[in-house]
């Protein structure tokens, strides 16, 4: 049966600086203010750091973490044979939930996105969430026919699953916007991939990283409504880079080490 459980903490983990993509509002590969963060051209994650943090979040008891993994691009992410998919499969394997987050770039080939979702799903059961950036600054989607070639690929390689997997695949695309109100995608195309169970959902340019640069597009800052209340002193969720977990811009602990992080359990 699949794994369908909620996530109690969320661990975003910025797997390396490369990006085949140049956004000028990229926010990815910055911390927040932070100044001494080390996401720098040639930063990349390596196996072993990966593996250590899978193990630090399986380690803390009554939990059961989500690892977000972004980049740069994540799927750009290589290490003696191993890529991201390898990533995914050992979170998978470890009783982590695995997320990701990408340009969408990688998937417009047919045969990548099938041989990638393919090997997840023949290595693991838990559901795997795809978010795919897509908006005016990515410029990865014709805007004339309001159709992107990932989503295309994506959706055909997913309906080609049987129902029973096609369930453990979904899609969010993650729309940056600003104060024009006409900055989200086109409803039509929100429409005709929604119909294949693709989601989209608004995000507001955040004033970090290369967007600094676009403050006078700079949307009001949105209502998120109630955030999550969490039991336990720890924190509810937290970000790694190199070997540091960040809370926001503050460094808060050391990978490897996370359990320091809650002395009282969750
Ligand atoms: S926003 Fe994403 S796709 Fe664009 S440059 Fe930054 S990391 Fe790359």
Same mark, same amino acid.
């Given at each position: 049966?699949?794994?369908?459980?909620?996530?109690?903490?969320?661990?975003?983990?910025?797997?390396?600086?490369?990006?085949?993509?140049?956004?000028?509002?990229?926010? %990815?590969?910055?911390?927040?203010?932070?100044?001494? @963060?080390?996401? @720098?051209?040639?930063?990349?994650?390596?196996?072993?750091?990966?593996?250590?943090?899978?193990?630090?979040?399986?380690? $803390?008891?009554?939990? %059961?973490?989500?690892?977000? %993994?972004?980049?740069?691009?994540?799927?750009?992410?290589?290490?003696? *044979?191993?890529?991201?998919?390898?990533?995914?499969?050992?979170?998978?394997?470890?009783?982590?939930?695995?997320?990701?987050?990408?340009?969408?770039?990688?998937?417009?080939?047919?045969?990548?996105?099938?041989?990638?979702?393919?090997? %997840?799903?023949?290595?693991?059961?838990?559901?795997?969430?795809?978010?795919?950036?897509?908006?005016?600054?990515? !410029?990865?989607?014709?805007?004339?026919? *309001?159709?992107?070639?990932?989503?295309?690929?994506?959706?055909?390689?997913?309906?080609?699953?049987?129902?029973?997997?096609?369930?453990?695949?979904?899609? @969010?695309?993650?729309?940056?916007?600003?104060?024009?109100?006409?900055?989200?995608?086109?409803?039509?195309?929100?429409? @005709?991939?929604?119909?294949?169970?693709?989601?989209? *959902?608004?995000?507001?340019?955040?004033?970090?990283?290369?967007?600094?640069?676009?403050?006078?597009?700079?949307?009001?800052?949105?209502?998120?409504?109630?955030?999550?209340?969490?039991?336990?002193?720890?924190?509810?969720?937290?970000? $790694?880079?190199?070997?540091?977990?960040?809370?926001?811009?503050? !460094?808060?602990?050391?990978?490897?080490?996370?359990?320091?992080?809650?002395?009282?359990?969750?």
């Amino acid at each position: 049966m699949s794994n369908q459980r909620m996530p109690t903490h969320v661990m975003g983990v910025s797997l390396l600086y490369k990006c085949n993509f140049s956004c000028e509002h990229c926010g %990815y590969i910055y911390i927040g203010d932070a100044e001494d @963060h080390i996401i @720098h051209p040639g930063y990349r994650l390596t196996w072993d750091q990966v593996v250590t943090a899978i193990k630090d979040c399986a380690s $803390l008891k009554d939990s %059961y973490w989500n690892m977000n %993994y972004t980049g740069g691009e994540p799927t750009l992410w290589e290490e003696e *044979g191993k890529d991201l998919a390898d990533i995914l499969i050992a979170t998978a394997n470890a009783g982590v939930l695995p997320t990701f987050n990408t340009n969408g770039s990688y998937f417009e080939d047919y045969e990548n996105c099938h041989k990638f979702f393919y090997r %997840y799903l023949n290595n693991t059961d838990t559901p795997l969430k795809t978010f795919i950036s897509m908006d005016k600054f990515h !410029k990865n989607y014709d805007q004339e026919k *309001g159709r992107a070639k990932s989503l295309d690929t994506i959706a055909k390689v997913i309906a080609a699953f049987p129902d029973n997997k096609r369930d453990l695949l979904p899609v @969010h695309v993650i729309i940056i916007v600003t104060k024009d109100p006409n900055s989200s995608l086109p409803e039509e195309m929100k429409k @005709h991939y929604g119909a294949m169970g693709i989601t989209f *959902g608004d995000f507001p340019m955040l004033n970090i990283g290369k967007a600094k640069k676009l403050s006078d597009q700079m949307p009001e800052p949105f209502d998120f409504g109630p955030m999550r209340q969490k039991k336990g002193n720890g924190p509810p969720g937290m970000v $790694l880079v190199g070997d540091d977990y960040y809370l926001g811009s503050k !460094k808060i602990g050391k990978l490897g080490h996370m359990l320091d992080l809650y002395p009282d359990g969750v």
